[in-house]
């Protein structure tokens, strides 16, 4: 069966495109399936049937796996075996017509527009290294980027002329996305004075580095919001994709289209966009309810 993963793998990554995170999410997930299978000493994907992926589906949530967990080894088990059929190695699909646990709608956390301007406030950008992490923050927020599109980011993709960037997202799929002004301003600087000095006399076309003169990575990054949420006493749990939500929340909140906030997020499909609205929605009853006289 580890075969027969490994091909599913590869047809997910040179024919479908997927990105890196998704594949090895599908990897984790399917591998957890095949121990389940071995543990039923079934060795043969053909012996697995629809009675044992409900089955391992039950013991997901009996061990309190998150209905999103769920959610996704459903897609990635659908996937597996459609690929299977495809290829003949199963003469029939188990998982045509199985039902999808449903998601619970969690409301992504986000900054009010005083806690971003904290967060940002925080870098000394007298030194080499509170420039870069000016400049990163800055831009993070200014684009909604994913973290892993920041860090992938390189001289090339930005143009300091026209105020954009190119980002290549999910599925390797490019969109450009305007700067702001500040954003730019210490970019530039960033640029000028302090990039060639971080890359330590090596040679690179990435944008942004580590101490070492390595590329920076996700954790180094997680370690860098981290640091400066505490020291700006900032106590709601942060992640690097919160200034992302907060970003399109606070574009939302004062009116931009929603069409444009999916374009610049690159979210394939609207309605992952419009689960910003509800927090927009609930800021507008806030606010009426503080200053209307009969709220």
């Known amino acids: 069966m580890n075969g027969l993963l490994d091909s599913f793998l590869e047809y997910l990554s040179v024919e479908r495109g997927l990105a890196k995170n998704t594949i090895e999410a599908y990897k984790r997930d399917l591998k957890s399936y095949i121990y389940f299978l071995r543990k039923k000493n079934i060795i043969d994907i053909n012996s697995s049937n629809r009675a044992i992926i409900v089955a391992y589906l039950l013991q997901m949530q009996k061990s309190g796996k998150a209905s999103s967990s769920i959610s996704r080894t459903c897609a990635a088990l659908r996937s597996f075996y459609q690929f299977l059929f495809r290829e003949h190695v199963i003469s029939e699909d188990p998982t045509i017509d199985l039902d999808t646990p449903k ?44 973290v892993s599109e920041l860090i992938s980011l390189s001289v090339e993709d930005v143009n300091l002329e026209t105020g954009f960037l190119r980002c290549m997202g999910k599925g390797s799929k490019e969109r450009i996305i305007p700067v702001g002004s500040i954003a730019l301003e210490y970019l530039k600087e960033y640029l000028s004075s302090v990039r060639k000095q971080l890359l330590n006399g090596k040679e690179s076309k990435k944008l942004f580095f580590n101490r070492q003169g390595n590329p920076m990575t996700r954790q180094g990054f997680w370690k860098i919001i981290k640091k400066y949420s505490k020291q700006a006493g900032i106590y709601k749990k942060i992640t690097p994709h919160t200034l992302r939500h907060s970003f399109a929340t606070h574009l939302l909140e004062n009116g931009a289209d929603l069409r444009a906030v999916q374009e610049m997020l690159g979210h394939a499909d609207i309605s992952t966009t419009q689960r910003y609205t509800h927090l927009t929605q609930n800021r507008i009853k806030q606010v009426y309810d503080k200053t209307h006289p009969r709220a």
């Open 103 to 146: 998601l619970e709608q969690r409301l992504p956390k986000v900054l009010n527009t005083e806690e971003v301007e904290k967060l940002l406030s925080q870098p000394d950008i007298t030194t080499p290294l509170g420039l870069r992490d000016k400049s990163m923050l800055e831009l993070l927020y200014a684009t909604g980027m994913r």
